[in-house]
């Protein structure tokens, strides 16, 4: 299958800080990735999807000046954490979509786990 | 709203059984589905997809559509402890997002 890697898979921050985090597919290009959010025992949240060279459209509730997203390249898509709170500590996972799958199929990167003190 | 509905568990099964994994969705258009396996900490990884209806299957596992009755299953031959995991069941919904159930946990006992 293809392969999505994210960097950095684990980031301890200050409150106030930003944080970004790279997902990049390695195998294919991209045109379309997305931005889950996963706190401890609780399913997938769709934050935002991203789609290469436009801005990317966020879910209802998901403050999209808090969480920047760019997708600068068919293979980049990079989330910024701005003044980062205790409250954003959560896993961060994105994902990417194979446009020649023929199915939507997404494959996801290894996730990055976000602590604010 | 679209969406999908999956049993949280947790499912038990022994080792070398079957385990049958099951998951409801709401509307009738949904054009393709999918499973994936979940471990803790992990981020999720893709077992198989199915858009026709019928039985497809990849190894130990078996997907299964029906349209009709609007349900999936996933079926894990020959259980082993390293199934344990978390199952999501997604579904696409004629755009280009999934939607996820919220898991079923899977419990392989030795």
């Known amino acids: 299958g293809a392969v999505v890697s994210q960097h950095p898979s684990r980031v301890i921050c200050k409150s106030g800080t930003s944080v970004k985090i790279e997902c990049r597919s390695l195998?294919?290009?991209?045109?379309?990735m997305f931005w889950y959010r996963q706190f401890p025992k609780q399913s997938l949240m769709l934050m935002a999807t991203?789609?290469?060279?436009?801005?990317?459209?966020?879910e209802q509730g998901v403050e999209k000046d808090k969480f920047l997203i760019n997708h600068a390249s068919l293979t980049l898509s990079t989330l910024t954490v701005t003044s980062a709170h205790p409250e954003d500590s959560s896993f961060y996972i994105c994902?990417?979509?194979?446009?020649?799958?023929?199915?939507?199929?997404?494959?996801f990167g290894p996730g990055t786990r976000l602590t604010v003190l | 709203q679209k969406e999908v509905e999956q049993n949280s568990g947790p499912l038990s099964v022994p080792e070398g059984a079957i385990a049958s994994l099951n998951c409801t969705y709401s509307?009738?258009?949904?054009?393709?589905f999918f499973w994936y396996r979940q471990y803790s900490g992990k981020s999720p990884e893709l077992i198989m997809f199915?858009?026709?209806?019928g039985d497809k299957e990849d190894g130990r596992f078996t997907a299964q559509l029906n349209k009709a009755s609007q349900y999936v299953s996933l079926l894990i031959r020959d259980s082993q402890p390293s199934d344990s995991a978390t199952y999501l069941c997604?579904?696409?919904?004629?755009?280009?997002?999934?939607?996820f159930g919220t898991g079923t946990r899977l419990t392989i006992i030795p």
């Open positions: 994902s990417a979509r194979d446009p020649y799958g023929g199915t939507d199929t997404q494959y």
């Open positions: 195998d294919f290009q991209a045109t379309t």
């Open positions: 991203s789609n290469e060279g436009s801005k990317a459209t966020y």
């Open positions: 509307d009738r258009g949904s054009q393709s």
């Open positions: 199915i858009y026709s209806n």
């Open positions: 997604a579904a696409n919904f004629g755009n280009e997002k999934l939607t």
